[in-house]
């Protein structure tokens, strides 16, 4: 079941990578923000694409969590700015967009997929215990 969560939350995290790393070009000269809507696109891309290269080689509950954070996050914003129009909040830019289209839907998929995997990981995952917590090996009666 672990390797079958870690490809889970790879996967998903690599769709979002790869629909924001192609769709920032498109996001260049979004109003608002000192912060250019590319760039955030592009750090969605990198993060994503780093997240999911670390738990695919590091699976642990922090991993977990932090893919979780990445994915949830992305889904949190991509319905926001389709439903709300909140403006240019601080350096972001108004990245609201109530238009539907493929790119949203795989970005979506991908995004749910790895947060609810990522979550599950999270929830499963057996932490190491210390080796000085460990319970000494029983001696032989002979």
Request: no cysteine; proline share 6%; glycine share 8%.
């Amino acid at each position: 079941m672990g390797y079958v969560l870690r490809v889970l939350v790879a996967a998903g995290l690599a769709v979002d990578a790869v629909v924001h790393w192609r769709y920032a070009p498109q996001m260049r000269y979004v109003p608002g923000g000192s912060i250019h809507a590319d760039t955030v696109f592009y750090a969605q891309a990198v993060a994503a694409g780093a997240v999911a290269l670390l738990v695919l080689v590091h699976a642990r509950r922090w991993t977990y969590a932090l893919a979780f954070l990445v994915a949830a996050s992305a889904v949190g914003a991509l319905l926001l700015y389709y439903y709300v129009d909140v403006g240019a909040i601080g350096p972001l830019p108004d990245m609201h967009e109530p238009i539907w289209y493929a790119q949203k839907t795989e970005s979506l998929v991908g995004e749910g997929i790895a947060a609810l995997a990522a979550l599950a990981g999270f929830l499963t995952v057996r932490t190491a215990r210390p080796a000085a917590s460990r319970p000494a090996p029983a001696e032989r009666v002979r």
